[in-house]
Each structure stands twice: as structure tokens, then as C-alpha cells.
């Protein structure tokens, strides 16, 4: 059974920093490509980040303006989201998602 569970939400205040992170079980995890997507009150779900298989390549929605650096430990079976400079904009449940499995989301909220 695949199991991702997310981890590290919470409320910060803006200009602060958060690290996500998802434990993966059940896959093989050093085999596929993982994402980060995040899904705002009333917005639909919008992709964040990637990184491959081997962590080589990684991509990022613009948004992230050079905010957001995803990484991951292919020993350890986590996928991280290391998160800085957050805005109340950034408020959200984030996702993790590796081959079209998902966790259940963790609660990220921007606010003074």
C-alpha cells in the first residue's frame, strides 16, 4: 500500500520560513519523479515544484520567485519543501504526489 504523509505546516508569520516534509512507504521511491502542489481556500490545486527521480533537475512554478527549494533523500524515502521569505499568498494545504499517488495534504498559514 503506497502511503505519503506531508509534515512541518503550520502558522508563520510573513517574511518567515517552513520546511515540508513527505515521508513516502509502499514505492519504489528512487524510481519516479515527485511533486509539491498546493491547493488555497476556494482556488483550485496548482503545482509548485518538481524534482526528478535522481533530484538532478528540479522546477518551480513562478510564484515561488526563487522562494522555494525542493529537494529529496532517496535513503530516507522523504521529499522536502523548504519554503523562505513566506507571504500570506503562500496560505494553503500542500500536497505531495509521486506517481499519481497523494498524501493527505499539511496546512500552511502566512499570517501577522
Known amino acids: 500500500q503506497v502511503q505519503l504523509v506531508e509534515s512541518g505546516g503550520g502558522l508563520v508569520q510573513p517574511g518567515g520560513s517552513l520546511r515540508l516534509s513527505c515521508q513516502v512507504s509502499?514505492?519504489?521511491?528512487?524510481?519516479?519523479?515527485l511533486f509539491w502542489y498546493r491547493q488555497a481556500p476556494g482556488k483550485g490545486r496548482e503545482l509548485v515544484a518538481v524534482?526528478?527521480?535522481?533530484?538532478?533537475?528540479?522546477r518551480y512554478a513562478d510564484f515561488v520567485k526563487g522562494r522555494f527549494t525542493v529537494s529529496r533523500d532517496n535513503a530516507k524515502n522523504t521529499l522536502y519543501l523548504q519554503m523562505t521569505n513566506l507571504e500570506p499568498e503562500d496560505t494553503a494545504v500542500y500536497y505531495c504526489?509521486?506517481?499519481?499517488?497523494w498524501g493527505q495534504g499539511t496546512q500552511v498559514t502566512v499570517s501577522s
Open positions: 504526489q509521486g506517481n499519481d499517488h
Open positions: 509502499g514505492l519504489a521511491f528512487s524510481r519516479y519523479g
Open positions: 524534482i526528478t527521480d535522481n533530484g538532478d533537475m528540479t
